[in-house]
């Protein structure tokens, strides 16, 4: 009965989220430190092209992300602008089953909110640190080592005393008056799409007090009348659209080109939906 329930444990992968790039040995040396540990762990790398220091991106893609894996899987993410400061290192276990390991900066909350916060604890415990911590590397010396273990089947509460709340991240809301919606873009990915915080159901619910009318998407001063469009395919050639991709957010794009250099704009540019009347 113990080796089936360890046989189930292992199906789960190991995902790895930062934004270290990969240009450096920074990800190779987590997953030798998880290889050590838990050599049969699957891994599996989510990105690690998060723009630098953005807690926020990362917070927004680890959202989109963890629902498509296994449920046991355990999600080492690491954007770590306060690594080496008080800030907490944490591992929480979620109602859906996910496990999360990373800072406690606000960069595992927004998926750790959907998927139902459980319990939390602090990753103190020297047993499953590497026994020297760098002041400027805890991916090595203290995440992936957590993973590794949790993976393996170490008891969360081996690593440290109970968390009870963890730092939130908090999108930006959109705004709303009667004809027009306000958002801002929260991220820009590798195509130059403009992906904002307006949701399809916060643009569905406002587009339904205008059956008939034409709805348009404006980007600051640079663009007025951007079309609405259901893909990419329906725009013409370099043409400014926008759209809702993937992420079920409004994105700004151009058909086979980058809207983020067309535009010459990026994350936290204002981009409102409005109506002709």
């Known amino acids: ?144 080592p957590a993973a590794a273990h949790i993976w393996r089947g170490v008891p969360l509460e081996d690593f ?14 959109v705004e709303r008056s009667h004809s027009r919606l306000r958002g801002e873009v929260l991220y820009v990915d590798r195509f130059g799409n403009l992906i904002t915080n307006i949701s399809r159901a916060e643009f569905d619910q406002f587009a339904s007090h205008f059956s008939g009318k034409e709805l348009w998407t404006t980007i600051e001063n640079k663009i007025a009348r951007v079309p609405i469009r259901r893909t990419y395919a329906e725009a013409g050639e370099g043409e400014v659209v926008a759209l809702f991709g993937s992420l079920e957010m409004l994105e700004v794009a151009v058909r086979n080109g980058s809207a983020a250099e067309r535009l010459g704009v990026g994350v936290g540019t204002t981009v409102e939906v409005t109506v002709d009347e």
């Open 1 to 144: 009965m113990a080796r089936a329930t360890s046989a189930g444990r292992e199906q789960a992968p190991i995902a790895l989220m930062s934004d270290f790039g990969n240009q450096d040995h920074y990800v190779g040396v987590m997953k030798g430190v998880i290889a050590s540990i838990a050599p049969r762990a699957p891994l599996i790398d989510l990105t690690h092209e998060v723009p630098p220091q953005s807690i926020s991106a990362g917070a927004l893609l680890l959202r989109e992300a963890w629902r498509y894996f296994p449920r046991r899987t355990v999600f080492l993410a690491v954007v770590d602008p306060g690594v080496g400061t008080t800030r907490r290192a944490v591992a929480v276990e979620t109602v859906a089953g996910a496990r999360f390991v990373g800072p406690d900066n606000g960069l595992l909350w927004l998926a750790v909110e959907q998927a139902g916060f459980k319990r939390a604890v602090e990753l103190s415990s020297p047993r499953y640190r590497l026994d020297k911590v760098s002041n400027t590397f805890h991916g090595r010396d203290v995440f992936a």
């Open 160 to 173: 440290g005393q109970p968390v009870s709340q963890l730092v939130r991240t908090e999108l930006r809301a």
